[in-house]
């Protein structure tokens, strides 16, 4: 079973820029949805970004036009390019292999995920 970790987060201010990079023990190459989530405090975790293995591409209305999710299968890598960071992105974020048909997560494994904050 692959294994994903999470990295790049950080503290950044209102209206700044972060790239969280997923890198897989193994090969994604198959795997045919993976998927951004995030955790704030006190709410459940929710879909941020998704990408099919043909590239298609998913995103909750909250993040539209300011982040970009990408996947580089040659490297086992999944990308997720935030821009315009506001307050209410802060929260845990985590990747993993999602439904491509439903975007829910594939799986109950998580890996640690990684903080992003959002503030002045």
């Known amino acids: 079973q692959v294994q994903l970790v999470e990295s790049g987060g950080g503290l950044v201010q209102p209206g700044g820029s972060l790239r969280l990079s997923c890198a897989a023990s193994g090969s994604i190459f198959s795997i045919i949805a993976m998927g951004w989530y995030r955790q704030a405090p006190g709410k459940q975790r929710e879909l941020v970004a998704g990408?099919?293995?043909?590239?298609?591409?998913k995103y909750v209305d909250s993040v539209k036009g300011r982040f970009t999710i990408s996947r580089d299968n040659a490297k086992n890598m999944v990308y997720l390019q935030m821009n315009s960071l506001k307050p209410e992105d802060t929260a845990v974020y985590y990747c993993?292999?999602?439904?491509?048909?439903?975007?829910?997560?594939?799986?109950?494994?998580w890996g640690q995920g990684t903080q992003v904050t959002v503030s002045s």
């Open positions: 990408i099919t293995i043909g590239l298609i591409t």
């Open positions: 993993n292999v999602a439904n491509p048909y439903n975007w829910d997560p594939a799986r109950d494994v």
